[in-house]
T-cell receptor, first 115, second 114 residues
């Protein structure tokens, strides 16, 4: 099976712009979670989608949003970018939702740099 | 609220020596516990997880961890490390009731010297 893929791998934006990141889960996986990884804050949970519904949301402002499509692919959007949004954004997929504690498979991430 | 503390930010060790990476957590409810490894420019890979049952958990690549409820710890061990084990290791906890949102530790950089 192909692993989790994330596009693009690298992205440079300027403050105030918006960005959309994409994640394709492993075939058959219905849960997609997003994480932000920074040197200062470490790994932080953004949100989880399962069967097109947001199941859980981390402590991030409303500028961070996401969605999941019927084929389980997911996108996350960040509007009005700030310098502090520079981070590695990781996507992870699993067969069931987080409550089942299924193994999460991570993609390689999208490195976002905000100038 | 739950939290995770990885007591060492960096652990240097020589090849073929044993290693222990320490993790302590706090939570007011029952927990699931995880260890992940991250190699440079890659995402995370699950090494092992504790959900319930036996407190000694065996994972991939020769790693194992022991859940100690009284000490709220979940230390990761390997009896003999290789150069290829050089990576960042993350401990994570999620509550087995409630939102299941995982909380990660700040990571431990394992550096294996020849």
């Amino acid at each position: 099976k192909a692993g989790v893929t994330q596009t693009p791998r690298y992205l440079i934006k300027t403050r105030g712009q918006q960005v959309t990141l994409s994640c394709s889960p492993i075939s058959g996986h219905r849960s997609v979670s997003w994480y932000q990884q920074t040197p200062g804050q470490g790994l932080q949970f953004l949100f989880e989608y399962f069967s097109e519904t947001q199941r859980n949301k981390g402590n991030f402002p409303g500028r961070f949003s996401g969605r999941q499509f019927s084929n389980s692919r997911s996108e996350m959007n960040v509007s009005t970018l700030e310098l502090g949004d520079s981070a590695l954004y990781l996507c992870a997929s699993s067969p069931g939702d987080l409550g089942h504690a299924d193994t999460q498979y991570f993609g390689p991430g999208t490195r976002l740099t905000v100038l | 609220a739950q939290s995770v503390t990885q007591l060492d930010s960096q652990v240097p060790v020589f090849e073929e020596a044993p290693v222990e990476l320490r993790c302590n957590y706090s939570s007011s409810v029952s927990v699931y516990l995880f260890w992940y490894v991250q190699y440079p420019n890659q995402g995370l890979q699950l090494l092992l997880k504790y959900l319930s049952g036996s407190t000694l958990v065996k994972g991939i690549n020769g790693f194992e961890a022991e859940f100690n409820k009284s000490q709220t710890s979940f230390h990761l061990r390997k009896p003999s490390v290789h150069i290829s084990d050089t990576a960042e290791y993350f401990c994570a906890v999620s509550s087995s009731g409630g939102s299941y949102i995982p909380t990660f530790g700040r990571g431990t950089s394992l550096i294996v010297h020849p």
